[in-house]
């Protein structure tokens, strides 16, 4: 009569529950014994085109179909030997506070609970440890690209000069609106100017010295050239930890500049930013706590699973003026559910949004911010290990000076033997690192944001790397 | 030495895990003995103010935290008695698999992997089910918002005339591209008009018929007074069930006029969409396939936990385009990790994104889309019942007719009492319905979207609300 997704039987639910919590603790103990990565035969690909399910095999059959098909064929950035791109590990406690917010699933737009005060407490926080003032306004985020978009958006709308919310960028004389970043900045850049109209044209990339940082000099310049031809310069990006070679930007004269400008000052930190955390690393970042706004992201060096970023604004009335909402359906009202109404709705893209928040409230709780920052140093200080046995290594050579926690070489041989090296690496299951392309040169690229990796896993890198070059 | 975030004792962890498992399932399994909501007591409120936590209180005590401050303060939502707004339930099996995905921790830009392969097969799957051709493109996002944004991102790429990525909508002269939707479409229309630089002023509202519903005529006057203007009108936004009512605009017509004006189509179907799957609800959204893109959450009348929305392109091609990729450090290589290069990264915003299709291909194997297609069916009835019952009684009215799932009414006192009805109804954790207003008049508005609700459950609130009265 009454149907319902809840289990009919809920012991039996309970115990398929136990199992698979039971599996994936064994899986993640083991990480250390398993292969870096496995392509996936054609048996499992096969699998994953069945046709729609139009009728039930049952909550277990379901689990078996992922312990088949999924558990063993992930990217890889689980492992201890994963340095790719920029991928954080994820953590156990991670996992079961993500289960935890399933769980309870609220709806995280506001409303009168205690899961919308997790979030602003955790945003508190996060504003405190990039030493920002009381006061900063903040969201999480699924990432960094949608945090950065974030913090142009009310870059422009509090620049334009204009009503944007209204009017928009199109039917009416303003003079361009242009945004300045270097040519080592994130592709979300790119996306963002794309989205939000703005266009990539208006997008300044601004050239880069010998450490791959922006000239300020040249922004300088380039912001000037801009006025003069009746353009209006809204927002410079600065980027903290770039994704090719992990380089950051003269922080604190790009804030002199933009504060000279009247220039919104918006720093990319989607994982050097996490360097603010150590008290021996921070002067690399220093001039972050400037930003206007300053996105970054904790599923990379904060080491949570996917997803949750954050963007932080430094004046929140322009924060809410950007995506202040209207409806008759979510006015608030001074009582019940949503008495004090939906804040978090009104800093972002979503209404709708999910319990990000709770796996690092759990996190910082559990470990402190301390144990955060002693794993980003320790992060730093094999980069360092690694770049210094490359340099003592013939063979070997760095292509990019290091700066935080990215490491650049290749092997003295060309092109087409990196190529190689890198593949195999990857196929046999050894490590992860990445590739990328410095000078137009082919790079191997180690990205270290993994608190599962141990100084004895870069010796094993370079011994694969030399056995492969052979 | 070696520092990480896995436990230093796995077996306590473990132990720990199985609790969190058995508390929650305990609290999901007896949450008709709940309140469907409770305030919070001020020293909840306190507690979550507490200062940054420097140093580690472990993870049991985080858990307790957890125990004490949030868990028994959220929204409401998991209750049987929540219609407030439009919000999902959650499943248990959908929490476990977020569970899984958060364990599993894959990096959903594409790579060579399983999860990425899921994906793809759950929007294949979910275009099947709303009668799509094959070769539809879409994505999963956070919701309906951006489900919705992306779709008009996609519409202004195909439709604005010349090359808007490059370009962006200022500095070059062209029409002022407009928008049309009905003065009851949700507030994301006006949101990513705002975003993506359009501009509300472009976004053109259009009246309703007495059941709520886009007057197609006054569309298509305002098309072409538009185009006489001088202007380009590139996209129709229909709705699917309204949020406030639950309307469901004219869709084959709407079809028909945008195929002829040469207007893209696209059907915010966040919640009615779902009627898709039940072939007796079906003929009330027909229409929706012809869509050239289609939103609609999986985390709403899908009954999954928070996030899940969907996005559906019929132009794969176009799609590509609006979102296509630049960057040296994801150049695909075709061997090794990144095969097949970053496909979902280039279909939406996010370059990081997190695995939510796992809960999606997990209830759709286990339960089957027909399971779903029941428990629709069930709420649209209950739906149905509780209108039948307000009509039925003399102090209650109906102040918008029945369309799908969403009942709104009144008692035939002042707006002041109805509203003091509903801050009863939650605040004594009866049941949460929300507020809305129709025709300038206070109304109380139950929006079903849940799979845990019974028909004594409607009954219990109609009690409550003469109770209330009196």
Same mark, same amino acid.
């Not at 035969?41 to 909550?59: I, M, N």
């Not at 935890?100 to 508190?124: C, K, R």
């Not at 913090?151 to 009416?172: C, I, K, M, P, T």
């Given at each position: 009569? =009454?149907?319902?997704?809840?289990?009919?039987?809920?012991?039996?639910?309970?115990?398929?529950?136990?199992?698979? $919590?039971?599996?994936?603790?064994?899986?993640?103990?083991?990480?250390?014994?398993?292969?870096?990565? %496995?392509?996936?035969?054609?048996? $499992?690909?096969?699998?994953?085109?069945?046709p729609?399910?139009?009728?039930?095999?049952?909550?277990?059959?379901? +689990?078996e179909?992922?312990? &088949?098909?999924?558990?063993?064929?992930?990217?890889?950035?689980? @492992?201890?030997?994963?340095?790719?791109?920029?991928?954080g =590990?994820?953590?156990?406690?991670?996992?079961? #506070?993500?289960?935890?917010?399933?769980?309870? !699933?609220?709806?995280?737009?506001?409303? =009168?609970?205690?899961?919308?005060?997790?979030?602003? &407490?955790?945003?508190?926080?996060?504003?405190?440890?990039?030493?920002?003032?009381?006061?900063?306004?903040?969201?999480?985020?699924?990432?960094?690209?949608? #945090?950065?978009?974030?913090?142009?958006?009310?870059? %422009?709308?509090?620049?334009?000069?204009?009503?944007?919310?209204?009017?928009?960028? &199109?039917?009416?004389?303003?003079?361009?609106?242009?945004?300045?970043?270097?040519?080592?900045a994130?592709?979300?850049?790119?996306?963002?100017?794309?989205?939000?109209?703005?266009?990539?044209?208006?997008?300044?990339?601004?050239?880069?010295?010998?450490?791959?940082?922006?000239?300020?000099?040249?922004?300088?310049?380039?912001?000037?050239?801009?006025?003069?031809?009746?353009? *209006?310069p809204?927002?410079?990006?600065?980027?903290?930890? /770039?994704v090719? /070679?992990?380089?950051?930007?003269?922080?604190?004269?790009?804030?002199?500049?933009?504060?000279?400008?009247?220039?919104?000052?918006h720093?990319?930190?989607?994982?050097?930013?996490?360097?603010?955390?150590?008290?021996?690393? *921070?002067?690399?970042?220093?001039?972050?706590?400037?930003?206007?706004?300053?996105?970054?992201?904790?599923?990379?060096?904060?080491?949570?699973?996917?997803?949750?970023g954050?963007?932080? $604004?430094?004046?929140?009335?322009?924060?809410?003026?950007?995506?202040?909402?209207? @409806?008759?359906?979510?006015?608030?009202?001074?009582?019940?559910?949503?008495?004090?109404?939906?804040?978090?709705a009104? %800093?972002?893209?979503?209404?709708? *949004?999910?319990f990000?928040?709770?796996?690092?409230?759990?996190?910082?709780?559990? +470990?402190?911010?301390?144990?955060?920052?002693?794993?980003?140093?320790?992060?730093?200080?094999?980069?360092? +290990?690694?770049?210094?046995?490359?340099?003592?290594?013939?063979?070997?050579?760095?292509?990019?000076?290091?700066?935080?926690?990215?490491?650049?070489?290749?092997?003295?041989?060309?092109?087409?033997?990196n190529?190689?090296?890198?593949?195999?690496?990857?196929?046999e299951? $050894?490590?992860?690192?990445?590739? /990328?392309?410095?000078?137009?040169?082919?790079?191997?690229?180690?990205?270290?944001? !993994?608190?599962?990796?141990?100084?004895?896993?870069?010796?094993?890198l370079?011994?694969?790397?030399?056995?492969?070059?052979?």
């Amino acid at each position: 009569m =009454n149907k319902t997704l809840d289990p009919a039987d809920w012991a039996a639910f309970s115990a398929l529950a136990h199992r698979m $919590v039971d599996d994936v603790i064994g899986h993640l103990s083991t990480l250390r014994d398993q292969p870096a990565w %496995r392509p996936m035969p054609d048996s $499992v690909r096969t699998a994953l085109t069945a046709p729609l399910p139009e009728t039930p095999q049952g909550e277990t059959a379901a +689990y078996e179909d992922f312990l &088949q098909q999924v558990l063993p064929y992930p990217n890889g950035n689980l @492992g201890p030997r994963f340095w790719g791109w920029v991928q954080g =590990n994820g953590t156990p406690l991670g996992m079961m #506070a993500d289960m935890l917010a399933s769980a309870l !699933n609220p709806h995280m737009a506001g409303f =009168n609970q205690a899961p919308a005060l997790v979030e602003l &407490q955790v945003l508190d926080w996060l504003a405190e440890l990039m030493q920002m003032p009381k006061g900063t306004s903040g969201i999480l985020t699924s990432g960094g690209t949608v #945090a950065n978009l974030l913090g142009l958006a009310v870059a %422009r709308h509090a620049n334009a000069g204009f009503n944007v919310r209204e009017l928009g960028l &199109q039917g009416h004389e303003h003079p361009l609106l242009t945004v300045y970043c270097s040519t080592e900045a994130h592709g979300w850049a790119r996306r963002a100017m794309e989205v939000l109209g703005l266009g990539n044209a208006a997008l300044r990339r601004i050239g880069v010295d010998d450490q791959f940082r922006i000239r300020v000099d040249e922004l300088r310049d380039g912001i000037a050239r801009d006025r003069r031809d009746g353009h *209006r310069p809204i927002c410079v990006i600065a980027t903290a930890g /770039t994704v090719n /070679t992990g380089a950051i930007d003269d922080l604190p004269a790009i804030a002199d500049l933009c504060r000279d400008e009247d220039v919104w000052f918006h720093v990319d930190g989607a994982f050097g930013a996490l360097a603010m955390l150590s008290p021996k690393l *921070r002067p690399r970042v220093a001039g972050i706590e400037r930003a206007d706004s300053l996105a970054f992201d904790l599923h990379k060096w904060g080491y949570l699973p996917f997803e949750v970023g954050c963007a932080l $604004v430094r004046d929140a009335e322009a924060h809410r003026a950007t995506f202040e909402l209207q @409806g008759n359906y979510i006015s608030a009202l001074d009582r019940g559910v949503i008495a004090g109404g939906l804040p978090l709705a009104e %800093r972002g893209l979503e209404l709708t *949004r999910g319990f990000k928040a709770l796996k690092v409230w759990m996190s910082l709780k559990a +470990y402190g911010a301390g144990a955060l920052a002693e794993l980003i140093e320790q992060n730093v200080e094999q980069a360092e +290990y690694l770049a210094r046995r490359i340099e003592d290594d013939p063979d070997l050579e760095l292509v990019a000076p290091l700066a935080l926690n990215v490491v650049c070489f290749r092997h003295r041989g060309n092109d087409e033997l990196n190529r190689e090296i890198l593949m195999r690496l990857q196929e046999e299951g $050894v490590a992860v690192p990445s590739q /990328t392309l410095i000078g137009g040169r082919f790079a191997i690229r180690v990205a270290i944001t !993994n608190h599962r990796s141990r100084l004895e896993d870069f010796d094993l890198l370079l011994d694969a790397v030399k056995r492969c070059a052979t």
